[in-house]
T-cell receptor
Framework: EPEVTQTPSHQVTQMGQEVILRCVPI?????FYWYRQILGQKVEFLVS????????KSEIFDDQFSVERPDGSNFTLKIRSTKLEDSAMYFC?????????????FGPGTRLTVL | RKEVEQDPGPFNVPEGATVAFNCTYS??????FFWYRQDCRKEPKLLMS???SGNEDGRFTAQLNRASQYISLLIRDSKLSDSATYLC?????????????FGSGTRLQVQP
């Protein structure tokens, strides 16, 4: 069964550094998403991406964040100048084409620890 | 009012018990509804979509009441493996908006 994969599983970084989180969505999906979950809190939407551009973003997704689909398979989230409060699990998700259901399938996540 | 509200639990039930979770959502324009389960420090995994007519998948039954903006999940014959956090999830609403809004989850602990 196809699944979303994410690397690395755990990333430790120093405050102020830049990190890139990587995802390989399910191959025939067209919509890609990033969510985050701070420990003990609920899952929060960050951004959605379709047709090589951002289709929606939350107020969390400010200028510190950017997304890219550099090739036909990878989908990345870049966090510039990380802050302590960026420590969280970051989940990538992918979903089907327009007109299909909104079902989204999540990757295993990257645990980001900012020291 | 929270966008998606759930009783946090925990619900502690014996094996074989029937347990019901409830959820309310605030945006009447919401279009799609789901239950996901999340094990500790793992990703959310889709359990089932929720339809207005109600739907069943084995031991799991989901119901949606659009008028009351209320979603439910019933688990029959609970197994130890059902222990997890159950997330009520709603599509953020408006045509074309696919961002999911998550509730905080209801924790279920099934005991032997």
């Amino acid at each position: 069964e196809p699944e979303v994969t994410q690397t690395p599983s755990h990333q430790v970084t120093q405050m102020g550094q830049e990190v890139i989180l990587r995802c390989v969505p399910i191959s025939n999906h067209l919509y890609f998403y990033w969510y985050r979950q701070i420990l003990g809190q609920k899952v929060e939407f960050l951004v959605s991406f379709y047709n090589n551009e951002i289709s929606e973003k939350s107020e969390i997704f400010d200028d510190q964040f950017s997304v890219e689909r550099p090739d036909g398979s990878n989908f990345t989230l870049k966090i510039r100048s990380t802050k302590l409060e960026d420590s969280a699990m970051y989940f990538c998700a992918s979903g089907g084409a327009w007109g299909s259901t909104d079902t989204q399938y999540f990757g295993p996540g990257t645990r980001l620890t900012v020291l | 009012r929270k966008e998606v509200e759930q009783d946090p639990g925990p619900f502690n039930v014996p094996e074989g018990a029937t347990v019901a979770f409830n959820c309310t959502y605030s945006n009447s324009a919401s279009q799609s509804f789901f239950w996901y389960r999340q094990d500790c420090r793992k990703e959310p995994k889709l359990l089932m979509s929720v339809y207005s007519s109600g739907n069943e998948d084995g031991r799991f039954t989901a119901q949606l009441n659009r008028a009351s903006q209320y979603i439910s999940l019933l688990i029959r014959d609970s197994k130890l493996s059902d222990s997890a956090t159950y997330l009520c999830v709603v599509n953020k609403a408006d045509t074309g908006r696919r961002a999911l809004t998550f509730g905080s989850g209801t924790r279920l602990q099934v005991q032997p």
